[in-house]
């Protein structure tokens, strides 16, 4: 058996993972476990930046305010103002460890700031049109070179190694209360199934956008975090909630690919096929609405044109400052022979940005004990019904700060020392007959089908019921064939994956109103007295 062991797990290398990890390594060995590239993450996509109050005319109590309106009555007022309140020190300690964010030309700011939907004030720090990548290109290049910090890239988490699982299986341990000690983990190349003991663990695989078809997510966002803490017994809460951006780039030669809400901070505006402009239907801030309005405002319009797409036009700006400000956006729709100075943009709503996930306090601290979650696997309390738009990235810096601070309050012990559980290894087979393989491709491509069709960004109970018996079915499948089909990142991707639309699908039955980014048209009302809470789910 292979068995590996460190003092900190981290799944996930993105700026959650990386951060926390970088500021507990001094003091603690620290394993990365990502399970493709160690850049391929959704942090590497993020275009727009992160929101901070950083100016004179801002204040704290505005971005708050901004974001308890984009949550919708489910955000919690105090992990807001906590969150809120630590963003200038963050911001300025990524700006020290080197990210090149854009400089203001005013003295009484010092960075360029953007504006997005939802926000009252230009408050988005950024590096040009793709920060995510510059965060992604220091954190990486930090953690690379500590000494205390190992990366393995290709290798994929499969099941996190809990103190209830390793009772029902026999085994003595001394541990009274439920407790995380690790993880097995597939090393992809080597095709062979480690067991990594920790005494904590961390999840940050990010989000889940790959449920649906369409989607602004990289093709790891299949929920990994979520379906494994759930599968150990942690509280999974609001799954319900999925942010659909309301523009993805509409081409059949593109993938992924998202038209920043910054574009329409600048001016942008979002009109139909005979060019007339139509968020003023929708609500008093027109293109700058909040991203669930937006996002139903142009399902809508879709829907009752018939037409493919609505665009984004922002030709009437000078061209020179479009290719400045939006450098990756310029260059990607001119591949494809969109020139934004002169050419509206194609774009339809993506799956985007998973609002719940796993439960945590203020510290990333899950329901079991020594697991904590970051990033787009936790649901923290900051987002609620709808993320206010480029709050997430702040999000996984503050809980990393928080996270890490838990961690290094402790007292300190040298890993060889811990006196780890007995823990069998994982008897999966790795070289078994795959005549089974075409299993996950039908299944993969079903549920993302069932979920756009069934689970998208406007709802009804009998659809969502529907949804919910074929995914029973899935989930048989999935579980009969599971033992005797050569273990692999596809099929552990595939189990996640239904679990996730699980997840997703049962909040949403659960959940009687519409609010935020849940629109269910046979409960078309928000009802405070009754809902004005979490939907929360636990395996029994």
């Not at 200038?88 to 360029?112: K, T, W």
């Amino acid at each position: 058996m292979d068995t590996r062991t460190y003092d900190t797990l981290v799944i996930g290398s993105g700026i959650a993972g990386l951060t926390f990890a970088l500021k507990i390594a001094d003091r603690c060995k620290v394993a990365v476990v990502t399970k493709k590239e160690k850049v391929e993450t959704s942090t590497n996509y993020a275009q727009g930046g992160i929101a901070s109050v950083l100016s004179p005319d801002d204040s704290f109590d505005l971005h708050i305010q901004d974001t308890l309106n984009s949550g919708d009555g489910l955000c919690n007022p105090d992990v807001v103002e906590m969150v809120i309140k630590n963003g200038p020190n963050r911001i300025h300690e990524l700006a020290e460890m080197g990210v090149r964010f854009q400089l203001s030309q005013q003295n009484s700011v010092p960075f360029d700031l953007a504006r997005e939907g939802g926000h009252s004030r230009s408050r988005i720090v950024h590096s040009q049109d793709m920060t995510g990548r510059e965060v992604e290109r220091v954190l990486v290049s930090m953690a690379e070179n500590h000494p205390n910090i190992s990366i393995f890239e290709n290798h994929i988490a499969i099941d996190l190694i809990v103190e209830c699982h390793l009772l029902k299986r026999g085994l003595r341990t001394t541990q009274r209360q439920e407790r995380c000690w690790g993880a097995y983990v597939l090393d992809i190349e080597g095709n062979r199934i480690l067991t990594c003991l920790a005494r904590d663990t961390l999840l940050c695989t990010g989000g889940a956008g790959k449920v649906y078809v369409y989607t602004s997510n990289p093709d790891v966002a299949t929920g990994d975090g979520v379906a494994m803490a759930y599968r150990a017994g942690a509280e999974i809460a609001n799954m319900e909630f999925v942010q659909f951006h309301p523009t993805c780039l509409y081409h059949p030669h593109a993938k992924n690919f998202l038209i920043s809400e910054a574009v329409r901070g600048e001016g942008g505006r979002l009109i139909d096929k005979r060019g007339h402009d139509f968020m003023a239907k929708y609500h008093p801030l027109k293109d700058l609405a909040c991203r669930d309005v937006v996002a139903r405002a142009i399902d809508t319009e879709i829907k009752q044109s018939g037409d493919d797409c609505v665009y984004v036009d922002i030709s009437h700006r000078d061209a020179d400052f479009l290719r400045r400000r939006f450098p990756g956006i310029h260059e990607k729709c001119l591949s494809l022979g969109i020139d934004i100075t002169r050419d509206s943009i194609p774009v339809v709503p993506a799956a985007h940005y998973i609002c719940g996930g796993v439960r945590t306090d203020k510290y990333g601290r899950t329901s079991i004990q020594h697991l904590y979650a970051l990033g787009e696997s936790a649901c923290t309390g900051l987002h609620g019904a709808n993320r206010l738009a480029s709050n997430s990235l702040l999000e996984a810096l503050v809980f990393a700060h928080n996270a890490a601070a838990d961690i290094n309050s402790r007292p300190s012990a040298p890993t060889e020392k811990v006196s780890f559980p007995e823990v069998p290894p994982l008897e999966m087979p790795l070289n078994a007959n795959d005549s089974e393989m075409v299993l996950i491709a039908y299944n993969w491509d079903i549920i993302r089908r069932l979920m756009w069709n069934y689970v998208g960004i406007v709802r009804k109970d009998s659809r969502l019921r529907l949804a919910q018996n074929h995914l029973a079915q899935i989930q048989r499948e999935i579980n009969e064939h599971y033992p005797n089909i050569s273990l692999n990142s596809d099929l552990i991707e595939l189990r996640n994956l239904a679990t996730v639309a699980e997840l997703i699908v049962n909040c949403a039955l659960e959940r009687h109103e519409s609010r935020g980014l849940h629109f269910n048209i046979d409960h078309p009302q928000k009802d405070d007295d009754r809902w004005q809470r979490d939907t929360t789910m636990r395996l029994d």
